[in-house]
C-alpha cells in the first residue's frame, strides 16, 4: 500500500494505452484538427507513435489516425516497418487504414469504437469495403489501363536490382 507521500502510477496496460488513443480523438475534435479518431502505437511498453485524425487541419484526405501514428511511429524509429509494435486506435480501422496497418508490419490491433458507431455519426466506410471485392469494371471509381508496356519497364528495372530494399 503507498505511503502518503507515494503516488500511484497506473501499470502500462492494453486499457492505457487505449485510454491515450481515445484521449488524442478528444484532443483532436476539441482543437478543431478532424474527426473524433487517436491512435498511438506501442513497442516494448512504450509509445512510440502518436496520431489524431487532421484530415480538415492539413487538407489530406489520407491524414487519419492511424496513418498519422504509422507516420510518426516510423519517423522515430527509423524504419518502414514495424513489426513488434502494438496499435491502439479509438475506432475500427477504414480500408485505408487497414492497408497501412498491413503494410507497416503491425501484427496486433485493439479498437475502441466499431465501424458501425462511426456510421451512425457519419463516417461510413461501409462503401470502401462493399467496392474492394467488386470486379474492377463495376466499381463506382473508372479504373482504367494506360501505358501498361511503358509503366512495366520501372518494374523490370526493380526485379533486377542487385541493391534494392525490399518491403
Same mark, same amino acid.
Given at each position: 500500500?503507498?505511503?502518503?507521500?507515494? #503516488?500511484?502510477?497506473?501499470?502500462? /496496460? $492494453?486499457?492505457?494505452?487505449?485510454?491515450?488513443?481515445?484521449? @488524442? /480523438?478528444?484532443? +483532436?475534435?476539441?482543437?478543431?484538427? +478532424?474527426?473524433?479518431? +487517436?491512435?498511438?502505437?506501442?513497442?516494448?511498453? %512504450?509509445?512510440?507513435?502518436?496520431?489524431?485524425? *487532421?484530415? #480538415? /487541419?492539413?487538407? !489530406? =484526405?489520407?491524414? $487519419?489516425?492511424?496513418?498519422?501514428?504509422?507516420? !510518426?511511429?516510423?519517423?522515430?524509429?527509423?524504419?518502414? %516497418?514495424?513489426?513488434?509494435?502494438?496499435? &491502439? #486506435?479509438?475506432?475500427?480501422?477504414? =480500408?485505408?487504414? *487497414?492497408?497501412?496497418?498491413?503494410? /507497416?508490419?503491425?501484427?496486433?490491433?485493439?479498437?475502441?469504437? #466499431?465501424? %458501425?458507431?462511426?456510421?451512425?455519426?457519419?463516417?461510413? !466506410?461501409?462503401?470502401?469495403?462493399?467496392?474492394?471485392? @467488386? =470486379?474492377?469494371?463495376?466499381?463506382?471509381?473508372?479504373?482504367? =489501363? *494506360?501505358?501498361?508496356?511503358?509503366? $512495366?519497364?520501372?518494374? !523490370?528495372?526493380?526485379? $533486377?536490382?542487385?541493391?534494392?530494399?525490399? &518491403?
Amino acid at each position: 500500500m503507498p505511503g502518503a507521500a507515494e #503516488t500511484y502510477i497506473e501499470p502500462m /496496460s $492494453h486499457e492505457t494505452f487505449m485510454r491515450e488513443a481515445i484521449d @488524442l /480523438s478528444l484532443q +483532436g475534435v476539441r482543437a478543431n484538427q +478532424g474527426g473524433p479518431f +487517436g491512435c498511438v502505437i506501442v513497442r516494448g511498453g %512504450q509509445v512510440v507513435g502518436r496520431g489524431s485524425n *487532421l484530415v #480538415t /487541419s492539413t487538407c !489530406d =484526405p489520407t491524414a $487519419h489516425a492511424e496513418v498519422t501514428a504509422i507516420r !510518426d511511429a516510423c519517423r522515430r524509429l527509423g524504419t518502414f %516497418q514495424l513489426e513488434g509494435c502494438t496499435l &491502439y #486506435t479509438s475506432c475500427e480501422p477504414c =480500408p485505408m487504414c *487497414l492497408s497501412a496497418i498491413y503494410w /507497416s508490419r503491425i501484427p496486433e490491433a485493439y479498437y475502441g469504437n #466499431t465501424r %458501425q458507431d462511426a456510421a451512425a455519426i457519419g463516417f461510413d !466506410d461501409d462503401l470502401i469495403y462493399r467496392e474492394i471485392p @467488386l =470486379p474492377i469494371a463495376e466499381r463506382q471509381v473508372a479504373m482504367k =489501363p *494506360l501505358l501498361s508496356t511503358e509503366a $512495366h519497364v520501372a518494374f !523490370d528495372e526493380w526485379a $533486377h536490382k542487385a541493391d534494392k530494399v525490399a &518491403y
